[in-house]
């Protein structure tokens, strides 16, 4: 496929110009019929050196992951001109597919849907991109204190491992009140709640010591901390605990912990057939030569109309709004001119990514099934504290994927690949024998370590971020706005979130221009 980039001006076209999108470059069509096919072409070569170019277009989309395509194809719908320039040598952002040698595919990013997430489901449906439930016949598995312990996904409390009764009894009490609490939030601004100054000036950690009191309660919920935020409670605002607990849900379908935690009616219910970067790479498809790669943008800069120029790689883009749909710790790093607000830069001085990476080994079956397990593992040692089965639906080879997270993450940024696959593959040895060890072959994404991402899944808010800075995280600034899953007021973090703010900023463009 051409990989050359290569933009022009059409006749007629210009900021106000509805005749075309003013972009002429390889389609991804090619790409997306490859993949359909059994290619799994999911990355791409890196595109031919060319001279500087230039486009008018309505509107410029830095970002062309799910939040930057979304609001394109909405404004594309709309009759507006965009253009979608893309850092990366692919689409999808935190969404992507890699490639297996026995030519299967497997999720190095965002791959979960659940209940609630509509707009996510909504639009894969729309291209066609079909789900089917994420392995879970069998027993989940405890490995604390040096013992493996299997036990049931469907208990009183969802799938909770097997403590003692004090510290089920604790942490059913915590659950209930981080939910109780979570419902004081208003999603669109958690900053205004009542109490939002009380429980923005303490950490997360600081909240449950206070109240998860019985260890093995406070174990259960230190896991489910690094295992929904890839961060330490120590990390965390507990106000931002309480937004992102309130924002997994819908306006009619309150927020709840066990729903960002469970497998069975929750986030991590359904996967992609095929992968979940088939949904922004047949979106994409979509919008054609509109989609620029390898162009990450180094400035963004107001003219005297009240225009912008966009300067990229090899491109500059002229448009009377520009939507920005990165995480807001690389929108940072582009420089503005004029400057932005001092409360929009500090707040993106004030949230960093989290830090997560996925191991993958895979094998000839998933022979875990075979022992009635279904590949979910909760443990407090190792590099890989909870794995899922990351099986094909046909179950025609086996996969474990394991997340490492948190401080279990940056302990192992400097760490070589080799170094990596050895720590994780004595876990998974651990947990499911000596089978385990023993891969047919093994992909590591490790999220702190991509230039254009530096760690995920999502921005989080230490105390004292939100209230003071919050107003500011979807503000626009003159006609450049503000997208990505961070913005997001439900679902927040998920790629449904990043699907829901691309239509949100969408709206917000057509309303001004």
């Not at 300067?311 to 995480?327: Q, S």
């Not at 940056?410 to 720590?423: G, I, P």
Request: proline share 5%.
């Amino acid at each position: 496929m051409a990989r050359e980039r290569q933009l022009s001006r059409r006749s007629g076209d210009g900021p106000s110009g509805r005749s075309g999108d003013g972009l002429s470059r390889r389609s991804l069509l090619g790409r997306t019929a490859a993949v359909a096919a059994g290619a799994t072409a999911l990355t791409a070569t890196t595109a031919a050196t060319a001279s500087a170019a230039t486009a008018d277009v309505d509107v410029a989309i830095v970002g062309a992951g799910l939040a930057g395509l979304t609001a394109a194809r909405d404004l594309v719908a709309a009759g507006r001109t965009v253009a979608v320039l893309e850092a990366r040598d692919r689409v999808g952002g935190r969404v992507v597919g890699l490639p297996l040698a026995n030519g299967g595919v497997t999720e190095g990013g965002g791959e979960f849907i659940g209940p609630t997430q509509d707009r996510i489901k909504a639009l894969a449906d729309s291209l066609g991109v079909a789900t089917f439930a994420t392995y879970n016949t069998g027993r989940n598995l405890l490995y604390k204190d040096g013992r493996k312990t299997p036990y049931a996904t469907d208990g009183l409390l969802g799938a909770v491992p097997p403590i003692d009764a004090a510290g089920l009894a604790n942490a059913a009490i915590v659950q209930a009140t981080l939910d109780d609490l979570a419902k004081q939030i208003p999603v669109d601004a958690p900053w205004t709640a009542a109490k939002a100054a009380e429980w923005d000036r303490q950490t997360f950690e600081t909240w449950l010591r206070a109240n998860a009191v019985v260890p093995s309660a406070k174990f259960l919920l230190d896991v489910a901390c690094t295992s929904i935020f890839s961060a330490e409670p120590r990390e965390l605002s507990f106000l931002f605990v309480l937004f992102y607990i309130a924002a997994a849900g819908s306006a009619s379908n309150p927020g709840t912990l066990e729903r960002l935690t469970e497998t069975a009616n929750g986030a991590q219910e359904l996967r992609f057939v095929g992968g979940s970067q088939l949904i922004p790479i047949r979106l994409a498809a979509t919008l054609g030569d509109r989609v620029v790669l390898n162009a990450p943008v180094r400035a963004i800069t107001r003219t005297g109309g009240n225009s912008y120029v966009v300067t990229a790689d090899g491109v500059t883009v002229n448009a009377r709004k520009v939507v920005v749909a990165v995480p807001p710790p690389l929108a940072a790093r582009i420089t503005y001119d004029p400057l932005l607000p001092a409360s929009r830069d500090q707040l993106t001085q004030r949230l960093p990514m989290a830090s997560v990476g996925k191991a993958i080994a895979i094998y000839d079956t998933p022979f875990w099934r075979a022992d009635g397990l279904n590949g979910q593992v909760v443990s407090d040692t190792g590099v890989v504290s909870s794995t899922f089965d990351n099986s094909p639906p046909d179950g025609s080879y086996g996969a474990l994927m394991g997340f490492i997270e948190a401080d279990k993450a940056r302990a192992l940024d400097a760490a070589s690949e080799a170094e990596v696959r050895t720590a994780v593959l004595k876990d998974y040895a651990t947990y499911f024998g000596e089978k385990a060890a023993s891969p047919s072959s093994f992909v590591l994404q490790r999220w702190n370590n991509e230039g254009y991402t530096r760690g995920g899944p999502v921005s989080i808010a230490a105390p004292g971020v939100l209230t003071q800075y919050g107003p500011a995280l979807r503000r626009p600034v003159g006609g450049i706005h503000w997208a990505g899953t961070e913005t997001s007021t439900y679902w927040t973090g998920f790629m449904d979130g990043a699907v829901r703010s691309g239509e949100r900023v969408a709206r917000e463009v057509l309303a001004v221009l």
